[in-house]
Protein backbone atom coordinates (compact mmCIF):
# COMPACT_ATOMS: atom_id res chain seq x y z
CA UNK A 1 0.00 0.00 0.00
CA UNK A 2 0.96 3.56 -0.67
CA UNK A 3 3.30 5.41 2.12
CA UNK A 4 2.79 9.57 2.88
CA UNK A 5 6.03 11.41 3.06
CA UNK A 6 5.48 14.82 4.17
CA UNK A 7 8.06 17.80 5.15
CA UNK A 8 7.75 21.61 6.11
CA UNK A 9 11.41 23.20 6.15
CA UNK A 10 11.59 26.33 7.46
CA UNK A 11 13.85 28.78 8.71
CA UNK A 12 15.63 27.37 12.81
CA UNK A 13 12.25 25.83 14.70
CA UNK A 14 13.02 26.73 18.34
CA UNK A 15 14.68 23.79 20.28
CA UNK A 16 11.96 23.71 22.88
CA UNK A 17 9.32 23.53 20.53
CA UNK A 18 10.56 20.82 18.38
CA UNK A 19 9.73 17.49 20.46
CA UNK A 20 5.97 18.39 21.05
CA UNK A 21 5.54 19.49 17.28
CA UNK A 22 6.69 16.55 15.65
CA UNK A 23 4.06 15.21 18.05
CA UNK A 24 1.13 17.44 16.80
CA UNK A 25 2.32 16.89 12.81
CA UNK A 26 2.00 13.26 13.51
CA UNK A 27 -1.70 13.36 15.54
CA UNK A 28 -3.35 15.87 13.22
CA UNK A 29 -2.45 13.91 9.85
CA UNK A 30 -3.36 10.35 11.09
CA UNK A 31 -6.12 11.63 12.87
CA UNK A 32 -8.10 13.29 9.62
CA UNK A 33 -6.82 9.85 8.13
CA UNK A 34 -8.63 8.01 10.34
CA UNK A 35 -11.51 10.52 10.08
CA UNK A 36 -11.20 10.03 6.16
CA UNK A 37 -11.63 6.22 6.40
CA UNK A 38 -7.78 5.90 5.45
CA UNK A 39 -6.76 3.66 8.18
CA UNK A 40 -2.81 3.73 7.91
CA UNK A 41 -0.60 0.73 9.52
CA UNK A 42 2.03 2.93 11.27
CA UNK A 43 3.30 6.66 11.38
CA UNK A 44 6.69 8.32 12.56
CA UNK A 45 7.10 12.04 13.34
CA UNK A 46 10.99 14.06 13.31
CA UNK A 47 12.02 17.14 14.00
CA UNK A 48 15.27 19.12 13.19
CA UNK A 49 16.15 22.98 13.91
CA UNK A 50 14.99 23.43 9.94
CA UNK A 51 12.07 20.70 9.72
CA UNK A 52 9.64 18.53 10.77
CA UNK A 53 9.08 15.45 8.70
CA UNK A 54 6.21 13.08 8.76
CA UNK A 55 6.43 9.13 7.77
CA UNK A 56 2.62 7.48 7.28
CA UNK A 57 3.19 4.23 5.97
CA UNK A 58 0.26 1.58 4.38
CA UNK A 59 -2.37 3.64 3.58
CA UNK A 60 -5.18 2.37 1.22
CA UNK A 61 -4.48 3.91 -2.56
CA UNK A 62 -8.35 5.03 -2.10
CA UNK A 63 -11.59 5.00 0.45
CA UNK A 64 -13.82 2.62 0.86
CA UNK A 65 -17.45 3.03 -0.62
CA UNK A 66 -19.70 3.86 1.87
CA UNK A 67 -23.29 2.79 2.21
CA UNK A 68 -25.38 4.80 5.02
CA UNK A 69 -28.99 3.63 5.80
CA UNK A 70 -30.72 7.09 6.48
CA UNK A 71 -34.68 7.06 7.90
CA UNK A 72 -37.49 9.01 6.83
CA UNK A 73 -40.72 9.88 7.71
CA UNK A 74 -43.56 7.52 7.87
CA UNK A 75 -45.53 5.84 5.39
CA UNK A 76 -48.01 9.18 5.10
CA UNK A 77 -46.35 11.70 6.31
CA UNK A 78 -47.32 15.42 4.84
CA UNK A 79 -45.79 15.96 1.90
CA UNK A 80 -43.02 18.59 2.90
CA UNK A 81 -41.47 16.07 5.24
CA UNK A 82 -41.18 13.69 2.43
CA UNK A 83 -39.88 16.16 0.27
CA UNK A 84 -36.94 17.33 3.10
CA UNK A 85 -36.41 13.39 3.41
CA UNK A 86 -35.74 13.05 -0.65
CA UNK A 87 -33.40 16.19 -0.88
CA UNK A 88 -31.84 14.86 1.93
CA UNK A 89 -31.04 11.75 0.67
CA UNK A 90 -30.89 12.49 -2.68
CA UNK A 91 -33.08 10.75 -4.17
CA UNK A 92 -35.54 11.75 -6.92
CA UNK A 93 -38.82 9.67 -6.16
CA UNK A 94 -40.02 7.73 -2.83
CA UNK A 95 -39.47 4.78 -5.91
CA UNK A 96 -36.06 4.90 -4.86
CA UNK A 97 -36.52 4.80 -0.76
CA UNK A 98 -37.92 1.08 0.46
CA UNK A 99 -40.42 1.49 3.44
CA UNK A 100 -39.43 -0.78 6.92
CA UNK A 101 -41.70 -2.29 8.71
CA UNK A 102 -42.08 -1.74 12.61
CA UNK A 103 -44.97 -2.95 14.39
CA UNK A 104 -44.98 -0.59 17.29
CA UNK A 105 -44.15 2.98 15.14
CA UNK A 106 -45.64 2.14 11.59
CA UNK A 107 -44.21 1.32 8.87
CA UNK A 108 -41.48 4.35 7.28
CA UNK A 109 -39.14 5.17 4.50
CA UNK A 110 -35.39 4.25 4.57
CA UNK A 111 -33.06 5.58 1.66
CA UNK A 112 -29.90 3.73 1.14
CA UNK A 113 -27.00 5.83 0.04
CA UNK A 114 -24.05 4.87 -1.37
CA UNK A 115 -21.16 7.14 -1.73
CA UNK A 116 -17.67 5.77 -3.47
CA UNK A 117 -14.66 6.42 -2.20
CA UNK A 118 -12.08 8.96 -3.38
CA UNK A 119 -8.44 8.66 -4.83
CA UNK A 120 -6.62 8.86 -1.25
CA UNK A 121 -4.04 11.42 -2.55
CA UNK A 122 -7.17 13.68 -3.41
CA UNK A 123 -8.12 13.61 0.04
CA UNK A 124 -4.83 14.11 1.76
CA UNK A 125 -4.34 16.90 -1.09
CA UNK A 126 -7.39 18.52 0.75
CA UNK A 127 -6.10 17.82 4.28
CA UNK A 128 -2.89 19.10 4.40
CA UNK A 129 -3.14 22.58 3.97
CA UNK A 130 -5.80 22.53 6.86
CA UNK A 131 -3.43 21.15 8.70
CA UNK A 132 -0.61 23.61 8.37
CA UNK A 133 -2.73 26.52 8.46
CA UNK A 134 -4.17 25.28 12.35
CA UNK A 135 -0.84 23.74 13.20
CA UNK A 136 -1.08 24.63 17.31
CA UNK A 137 2.61 26.27 17.18
CA UNK A 138 2.57 28.44 20.57
CA UNK A 139 3.93 31.24 19.00
CA UNK A 140 3.83 31.62 15.07
CA UNK A 141 4.66 34.38 13.02
CA UNK A 142 4.14 35.86 9.40
CA UNK A 143 6.41 37.05 6.76
CA UNK A 144 7.09 38.49 3.42
CA UNK A 145 4.59 40.71 1.01
CA UNK A 146 2.38 38.05 1.68
CA UNK A 147 1.72 38.84 5.37
CA UNK A 148 -0.18 42.01 4.84
CA UNK A 149 -2.75 40.55 3.29
CA UNK A 150 -6.19 39.11 5.52
CA UNK A 151 -5.98 35.47 6.19
CA UNK A 152 -1.95 35.25 5.37
CA UNK A 153 -0.09 31.86 6.42
CA UNK A 154 1.35 32.02 9.96
CA UNK A 155 4.19 29.52 11.27
CA UNK A 156 6.36 29.02 13.58
CA UNK A 157 9.65 30.91 11.39
CA UNK A 158 9.18 31.78 7.42
CA UNK A 159 8.26 28.45 6.18
CA UNK A 160 10.57 27.79 2.66
CA UNK A 161 9.37 24.62 1.03
CA UNK A 162 6.91 21.61 1.48
CA UNK A 163 7.31 17.92 0.32
CA UNK A 164 4.75 15.59 -0.08
CA UNK A 165 4.87 12.85 -1.70
CA UNK A 166 2.71 9.42 -2.25
CA UNK A 167 2.81 6.38 -3.90
CA UNK A 168 3.38 2.33 -3.15
CA UNK A 169 6.95 1.13 -2.95
CA UNK A 170 6.75 -0.45 -6.29
CA UNK A 171 5.76 2.82 -8.30
CA UNK A 172 7.31 5.96 -8.52
CA UNK A 173 5.17 8.39 -5.97
CA UNK A 174 3.42 11.13 -7.06
CA UNK A 175 3.56 14.78 -5.81
CA UNK A 176 0.75 15.63 -4.10
CA UNK A 177 -1.17 18.46 -5.74
CA UNK A 178 -1.59 21.30 -3.47
CA UNK A 179 -0.04 24.91 -2.56
CA UNK A 180 -0.46 26.96 0.46
CA UNK A 181 0.29 30.92 0.34
CA UNK A 182 2.96 30.86 -2.60
CA UNK A 183 4.62 27.57 -1.27
CA UNK A 184 4.20 24.54 -4.05
CA UNK A 185 4.41 21.17 -3.16
CA UNK A 186 7.23 19.14 -4.05
CA UNK A 187 9.61 16.61 -3.64
CA UNK A 188 12.47 18.54 -3.04
CA UNK A 189 14.40 19.37 0.33
CA UNK A 190 17.41 20.66 1.36
CA UNK A 191 19.99 19.08 3.01
CA UNK A 192 22.43 21.35 5.86
CA UNK A 193 22.10 24.89 5.79
CA UNK A 194 26.26 25.59 5.49
CA UNK A 195 27.75 21.83 4.88
CA UNK A 196 25.08 21.05 1.92
CA UNK A 197 22.32 23.84 1.23
CA UNK A 198 21.45 22.35 -2.80
CA UNK A 199 18.29 20.73 -3.30
CA UNK A 200 17.98 17.63 -3.23
CA UNK A 201 15.44 15.29 -4.82
CA UNK A 202 13.16 12.60 -2.89
CA UNK A 203 11.05 9.76 -3.41
CA UNK A 204 9.77 7.90 -0.64
CA UNK A 205 10.90 8.29 3.19
CA UNK A 206 14.17 5.95 3.50
CA UNK A 207 15.12 7.70 0.37
CA UNK A 208 14.54 10.91 1.71
CA UNK A 209 16.69 9.70 5.25
CA UNK A 210 19.17 8.44 2.92
CA UNK A 211 19.94 11.47 0.88
CA UNK A 212 19.72 13.92 3.94
CA UNK A 213 22.60 11.59 5.92
CA UNK A 214 24.62 11.88 3.25
CA UNK A 215 23.67 16.19 2.96
CA UNK A 216 24.95 16.13 6.61
CA UNK A 217 21.46 16.49 8.29
CA UNK A 218 20.66 13.59 11.18
CA UNK A 219 17.01 13.28 10.98
CA UNK A 220 16.28 11.62 14.19
CA UNK A 221 16.86 13.40 17.10
CA UNK A 222 17.00 10.70 19.33
CA UNK A 223 20.19 9.53 16.81
CA UNK A 224 21.43 13.27 17.43
CA UNK A 225 21.52 12.87 20.90
CA UNK A 226 23.12 9.93 20.82
CA UNK A 227 25.92 10.77 19.03
CA UNK A 228 26.39 14.11 21.21
CA UNK A 229 26.25 11.92 24.30
CA UNK A 230 28.92 9.04 22.81
CA UNK A 231 31.11 11.64 21.30
CA UNK A 232 31.36 13.57 24.75
CA UNK A 233 31.65 10.84 26.99
CA UNK A 234 34.32 9.67 24.51
CA UNK A 235 36.53 12.72 24.27
CA UNK A 236 36.29 13.15 28.19
CA UNK A 237 37.59 10.13 28.53
CA UNK A 238 40.33 10.52 26.36
CA UNK A 239 41.65 13.45 28.88
CA UNK A 240 40.94 11.48 31.58
CA UNK A 241 38.00 13.29 32.86
CA UNK A 242 33.96 12.37 32.86
CA UNK A 243 30.89 14.53 31.71
CA UNK A 244 28.70 15.97 34.01
CA UNK A 245 24.97 14.62 32.28
CA UNK A 246 22.46 16.82 32.13
CA UNK A 247 19.20 14.95 29.54
CA UNK A 248 17.39 18.55 29.49
CA UNK A 249 20.69 20.34 28.39
CA UNK A 250 21.18 17.30 26.12
CA UNK A 251 18.05 17.47 24.42
CA UNK A 252 18.50 21.21 23.58
CA UNK A 253 21.32 20.51 22.22
CA UNK A 254 20.37 18.38 20.11
CA UNK A 255 17.66 20.73 18.83
CA UNK A 256 20.32 22.71 17.87
CA UNK A 257 21.92 20.99 15.57
CA UNK A 258 21.30 19.36 12.79
CA UNK A 259 24.98 17.23 12.28
CA UNK A 260 26.35 17.47 15.62
CA UNK A 261 30.23 17.85 16.22
CA UNK A 262 31.35 18.03 19.87
CA UNK A 263 34.35 19.69 20.90
CA UNK A 264 36.23 20.37 23.77
CA UNK A 265 37.39 23.37 25.02
CA UNK A 266 39.24 25.28 28.22
CA UNK A 267 38.88 28.05 30.73
CA UNK A 268 41.19 29.71 32.75
CA UNK A 269 41.63 27.79 35.94
CA UNK A 270 41.47 30.73 38.48
CA UNK A 271 37.59 30.27 37.53
CA UNK A 272 37.69 27.00 39.33
CA UNK A 273 37.89 29.37 42.89
CA UNK A 274 34.17 30.40 42.04
CA UNK A 275 31.60 27.80 43.20
CA UNK A 276 30.91 24.71 40.94
CA UNK A 277 27.34 25.10 40.74
CA UNK A 278 27.94 28.72 39.59
CA UNK A 279 30.03 27.49 36.69
CA UNK A 280 27.53 24.93 35.61
CA UNK A 281 24.66 27.22 35.62
CA UNK A 282 26.05 29.60 33.77
CA UNK A 283 27.89 27.28 30.90
CA UNK A 284 24.71 25.79 30.53
CA UNK A 285 22.30 28.21 30.49
CA UNK A 286 24.06 30.82 28.72
CA UNK A 287 26.54 28.43 26.00
CA UNK A 288 24.54 25.24 25.99
CA UNK A 289 28.04 23.40 27.08
CA UNK A 290 28.81 20.55 29.39
CA UNK A 291 30.82 20.61 32.03
CA UNK A 292 33.61 17.97 32.52
CA UNK A 293 35.22 17.00 36.00
CA UNK A 294 37.53 15.01 37.64
CA UNK A 295 36.38 11.05 38.13
CA UNK A 296 38.81 10.79 41.34
CA UNK A 297 37.91 13.95 43.04
CA UNK A 298 34.21 14.56 41.28
CA UNK A 299 35.43 18.41 41.14
CA UNK A 300 34.72 20.43 37.86
CA UNK A 301 37.84 20.80 35.94
CA UNK A 302 38.36 23.62 33.46
CA UNK A 303 37.12 22.05 30.60
CA UNK A 304 33.82 21.77 28.81
CA UNK A 305 31.90 20.57 25.83
CA UNK A 306 30.26 22.27 22.83
CA UNK A 307 28.39 21.24 20.43
CA UNK A 308 28.59 22.83 16.89
CA UNK A 309 26.55 22.26 13.85
CA UNK A 310 29.51 22.37 11.42
CA UNK A 311 32.91 20.31 10.37
CA UNK A 312 35.48 22.95 10.40
CA UNK A 313 38.71 22.79 8.42
CA UNK A 314 40.61 23.71 11.50
CA UNK A 315 39.15 20.80 13.35
CA UNK A 316 37.25 23.27 15.37
CA UNK A 317 40.11 25.28 16.85
CA UNK A 318 38.27 28.83 16.14
CA UNK A 319 34.74 27.52 17.39
CA UNK A 320 36.54 26.05 20.55
CA UNK A 321 38.60 29.79 20.95
CA UNK A 322 35.29 31.66 20.57
CA UNK A 323 33.97 29.56 23.58
CA UNK A 324 36.66 29.91 25.75
CA UNK A 325 36.05 31.30 29.00
CA UNK A 326 38.08 34.72 29.57
CA UNK A 327 39.38 35.40 33.21
CA UNK A 328 38.96 39.01 34.03
CA UNK A 329 42.49 40.69 35.02
CA UNK A 330 40.34 42.18 38.18
CA UNK A 331 41.49 39.91 40.81
CA UNK A 332 39.09 41.97 43.06
CA UNK A 333 35.94 40.96 41.20
CA UNK A 334 37.13 37.29 42.20
CA UNK A 335 37.43 37.45 45.42
CA UNK A 336 34.11 39.30 45.89
CA UNK A 337 32.16 36.57 44.00
CA UNK A 338 34.16 33.97 46.34
CA UNK A 339 32.94 36.03 49.70
CA UNK A 340 29.80 36.44 48.87
CA UNK A 341 29.47 32.64 48.26
CA UNK A 342 31.01 32.06 51.65
CA UNK A 343 28.27 34.61 53.20
CA UNK A 344 25.33 32.57 51.22
CA UNK A 345 24.42 36.28 50.10
CA UNK A 346 22.61 36.24 46.96
CA UNK A 347 23.82 38.44 43.84
CA UNK A 348 20.79 40.24 42.18
CA UNK A 349 22.83 41.69 38.97
CA UNK A 350 25.83 40.35 37.11
CA UNK A 351 29.41 41.81 38.77
CA UNK A 352 31.17 43.39 36.15
CA UNK A 353 34.79 43.81 35.77
CA UNK A 354 35.13 47.84 34.92
CA UNK A 355 38.05 47.76 32.83
CA UNK A 356 36.91 44.45 31.09
CA UNK A 357 32.96 43.42 30.01
CA UNK A 358 32.44 40.47 32.12
CA UNK A 359 32.88 36.77 32.63
CA UNK A 360 32.27 35.58 29.46
CA UNK A 361 32.67 33.07 26.81
CA UNK A 362 31.25 34.70 23.81
CA UNK A 363 31.96 38.33 22.93
CA UNK A 364 28.63 40.02 24.34
CA UNK A 365 27.46 37.36 26.32
CA UNK A 366 27.92 38.15 30.04
CA UNK A 367 28.23 35.60 32.65
CA UNK A 368 25.29 36.83 35.51
CA UNK A 369 26.68 35.01 38.65
CA UNK A 370 23.78 34.12 41.64
CA UNK A 371 24.51 32.15 44.70
CA UNK A 372 21.76 31.12 47.13
CA UNK A 373 22.78 30.33 50.53
CA UNK A 374 23.91 26.73 51.21
CA UNK A 375 22.43 26.27 54.71
CA UNK A 376 19.01 26.84 52.82
CA UNK A 377 20.30 24.21 50.24
CA UNK A 378 18.35 25.78 47.54
CA UNK A 379 21.76 25.85 44.78
CA UNK A 380 22.48 28.36 42.32
CA UNK A 381 20.20 30.23 39.52
CA UNK A 382 20.71 32.39 36.90
CA UNK A 383 20.19 36.02 37.32
CA UNK A 384 19.21 37.85 34.52
Sequence with gaps: MPDLLFELFSEEIPARMQ???AEDLKKAVTDKLVDAGLVYEGARAFATPRRLALT???IPARQPDLKEEKKGPRVGAPEGAIAGFLKGAGLKSLDEAKIEKDPKKGDFYVALIEKPGRNAIDVIAEMLPVIIRTFPWPKAMRWGERSERPGALTWVRPLHSIVATFGPETEEPQVVPFA??????????????????????VRRFDDYADKLAKAKVVLDPER?????????????FAQGFEVVEDEGLLAEAAGLVEWPVVLVGAFDKEFLKIPGEVIQATIRNNQK???????????????FVLVSNIEAKDGGKAIVAGGTIIMPSDSRMLETTRSISRNGRRITKPIVNPTRSSLSMNAGISL????????EGSGVREMR
Excluded: E, W, Y
Design 224 to 236: RKDIIRADAKNQA
Design 289 to 303: CFVLRDPQTAKLVNK
Design 368 to 375: SIATSSAR
Design 19 to 21: ARA
Design 56 to 58: VQG
Design 180 to 201: LDGVVASNTTFGHRFLSPNAIP
